[in-house]
């Protein structure tokens, strides 16, 4: 028995999400048990899709986008690797993977949905930092200044209004 493990996608870059995918087997069991036994889907970590093929002899894999007429232009294959770089909502549809040996075939469709980046709004700075502070003398304090926003806000110390950090 050959296990042959595959990954046709491997999405690197935004916010991705693979969603859904299915097995049609055209191959008949034959007695002495030399066929595609079954292609598997596995999801191993956002972003990594593997599909696991399991054959008893050579198997041939084939790519194949369904929603359009070629594979996206920020793909390429490596081994049985299809990496997209970059990913955009526009590499999203229909992906089969075809497995051919002298026995049968099976193909594997998956569908790739590309989430697109959460809007985030921009927020003014806001200072969460305590407006007065009694220190005994010659002893040591900290100050805190803890500003949110988005984008990030920058702080600057002053003392007698000269920038000190």
């Known amino acids: 028995m050959i296990l042959v493990t595959m990954a046709p996608l491997m999405l690197q870059g935004k916010a991705i999400s693979v969603i859904t995918g299915y097995v049609r087997s055209t191959i008949q069991k034959t007695e002495d048990c030399r066929t595609l036994r079954e292609i598997k889907l596995i999801m191993v970590d956002p972003g990594v899709l593997y599909m696991e093929l399991e054959a008893f002899r050579g198997i041939d894999a084939m790519f194949q986008f369904a929603s359009k007429p070629s594979m996206p232009s920020n793909t390429r ?9 970059n990913v955009t909502v526009a590499d999203g ?12 075939t099976d193909i594997k469709v998956v569908h790739v949905i590309v989430k697109a980046r959460p809007h985030v709004l921009h927020t003014a700075p806001v200072i ?29 110390w002053k003392f007698h209004n000269v920038n000190i950090i």
């Open 93 to 104: 549809g229909i992906y089969i993977c075809t497995a051919r040996n002298e026995i049968g």
């Open 77 to 85: 294959l490596v081994d049985h690797f299809m990496i997209f770089e």
């Open 128 to 156: 969460h930092a305590l407006s007065s502070v009694k220190v005994d003398y010659y002893s040591s304090t900290k100050l805190f200044c803890n500003a949110t926003g988005f984008p990030t806000p920058s702080l600057t």
